[in-house]
């Protein structure tokens, strides 16, 4: 099944649904970053939201960043979504495979509690929007649905879910956003109230085959489909990218390196691939930043 992200409306207008698939995406990212079962959910649910939350960017070039920072074991859980939907992230350990009591993944242990969920909008404005809220359970969706809530005063339930193999794959992967909008009545919130309560795990309907369209339908039969979003994971790094980053430090740390005689080597957090630059190669970065040509 494509991964894809489906956005509709009910009720008049009142009520707002996202559907994510998002299997093959999860899928990269762990294979990408090595990750373990609970390292990849923790990452996967991130991507997910992120991805769904950039969906309804207006120009391809804005993006979402989201970071978990709980001071668990995972570290910081970053992941970045923007309008074309591309996504990339990573998490600080992603070899974690932590249970809880009951066998499932304990995401919230490994995120952590004691610290914040940050989310930037950019929107090529002159400053982004940044909102900060303390982290609830570290289970993800319930932290974004807080998110939402607080920052951005908007009444949502959020529902996330990623689905690990024994061999460590994902199989399913996938989250469901319904947002009320201010208008919406006592009457609308009953009704969303009583589609919450037979909500079933996005990784049971994912896993049965559900296209983003069938888990819209499946909950709000009445529901009109707006639009459909790709998604996909994609670092869209490249030489030249860092090429400029190097350009941009301090020209005594530029000298530094050349003087060690040896190559820099860059990793990109977001997709492993490793730059090497040469000695020369620092050299005429050197020359640039200091507007200047060797004799």
């Known amino acids: 099944m494509k991964d894809e992200i489906a956005i509709a409306e009910t009720w008049d207008g009142l009520v707002r649904i996202h559907a994510a698939v998002t299997t093959n995406m999860v899928d990269e990212a762990r294979k990408v970053h090595d990750c373990l079962a609970t390292s990849a959910a923790a990452l996967g649910r991130t991507l997910t939201v992120s991805a769904i939350m950039a969906s309804d960017l207006k120009a391809e070039d804005e993006k979402i960043t989201a970071i978990f920072n709980g001071h668990g074991p995972a570290g910081t859980v970053l992941a970045q979504a923007n309008g074309k939907g591309d996504v ?45 809220v303390r982290i609830q359970t570290g289970e993800v969706g319930q932290d974004f649905a807080y998110y939402y809530a607080i920052s951005e005063q908007t009444r ?64 709000f039969p009445q529901a009109r489909i707006l639009a459909h979003k790709p998604v996909r994971y994609c670092c869209g790094c490249s030489r030249e990218h860092y090429h400029d980053a190097l350009a941009v430090l301090r020209k005594s740390d530029l000298e530094e390196m050349i003087a060690e005689g040896k190559p820099a080597e860059i990793t990109c957090a977001y997709c492993e691939k490793k730059y090497v630059y040469s000695v020369d190669e620092l050299k005429e970065i050197l020359q640039e930043r200091c507007g200047t040509s060797e004799k």
């Open 88 to 132: 990339r992230g990573y998490i600080s350990d992603p070899h974690l495979y932590m249970t809880r009591a009951d066998g499932h993944l304990d995401v919230g242990g490994a995120i952590g509690t004691n610290g914040n969920l940050t989310v930037t909008r950019d929107m090529g404005l002159k400053e982004p929007f940044t909102g900060v």
């Open 156 to 219: 949502s339930v959020v529902s996330v879910g990623v689905l690990v193999e024994p061999d460590g794959s994902v199989s399913a992967a996938g989250g469901l956003i319904i947002q009320l909008l201010p208008d919406a009545g006592d009457d609308i919130v009953d009704k969303v109230e009583e589609v919450t309560k037979h909500l079933r795990p996005m990784t049971d309907l994912i896993h049965e085959g559900l296209s983003a369209d069938e888990i819209i339908m499946t909950c």
